[in-house]
């Protein structure tokens, strides 16, 4: 295949992605048109029977090097409808992973041993990363790459980089269980806006070492009735923490944990709460982010390759390496030019860095492999 033929093609399949977006375990069209394509192209995909997702094998023996793609939209209002969008450029990490089977089929007879290119469903519930790993698709491997288009304001258009630093987020829900009483008579209830208050406080009382960025905070409060005359028994609450790395965000939680404990013990009210949602900090993998630095320098030029970025949004990417110590991961940032920005519904971005993206992570993978042929014979 040619470069341009491989641009041609790549734009295509871009296109069709791009006008047929389905939202988190939704994306039931998506995963039938990869398989069909991908037994087109003879390969055998592995689907699931219970859930959306796929992953292709490619070369000889048991896949110890990995790529995964995520694949769902987002749903949100455009131009005054709501409807399925791709915001977030899953559309473009998909066609970038079909670009690298394609690159990979034509090497596959030289290659050093076997690549699993990986459809993640559900990556923006923070759920798909789970639920692959529960059907054991990353057993195997030694290396996991992934990749994500960058806005403007990170990376300049056609400027690649080796990692992307994505931070830690936790969410709590809650429920104060205090006791009611007549406004007249305090004495007798336990008031459960003053315990969300001491909460408040506690939880402002959280030291962090200065040098690693963490926040936690209260972002709900549900108390009271219609009756302002009522100390309210009852409340609900949300609490949010962001850190940029994973054991920081347990710190944070171990802090949470025992602001909880005092304030109950104060109070004499029972507080129950429950993680809503957790997203791991990225686990950058020394030797992972080398080798998508030199297939960036390969592919791209010295001069196009970038310092890697941090960046306080999430992705579930992350959870591979948080639950499988032994993976060596990175995730290259693509610089297309994405304005006015992820989840946008207007965004929009330069899709020739595609083919670009797709040789970038062939070439990575390749290096993989040959990282682990030679640390295989020592
Ligand atoms: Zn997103
Ligand atoms: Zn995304």
Redesign the pocket.
Known sequence: MTDQQLAERLQQIFKHLHENPEVSWNEVKTTSYLANLLRQEGFEPHTFEHMTGLYVDIGKGTPKVGFRTDMDA?WQEVDGQFHANHS?GHDGHMTMALGTIFLLKELAPTLPGAVRIIFQPA??KAQGAKALMEQGVVDSLQFLFGTHVRPLVELQDGTYAPALHHGAAKLFTGTIHGVEAHGARPEQGVNAIEVAAALVDGLKRLWIRPSQSASIKMTQLQAGGTSTNIIPGTATFSIDARAQENETMEALTIGFEKVIEAVSLMYGAKIDYQVDAHIAAAQVNDTAKAIMKQAIIDVAGIENCTPEVVTPGGEDFHFYAYSNPQLQTTMLGLGCGVTPG??HPQMTFNTDRLPTGAEIITRALVLALQQVERSEKK
């Open positions: 987002l977030c990556e923006e992820l989840h």
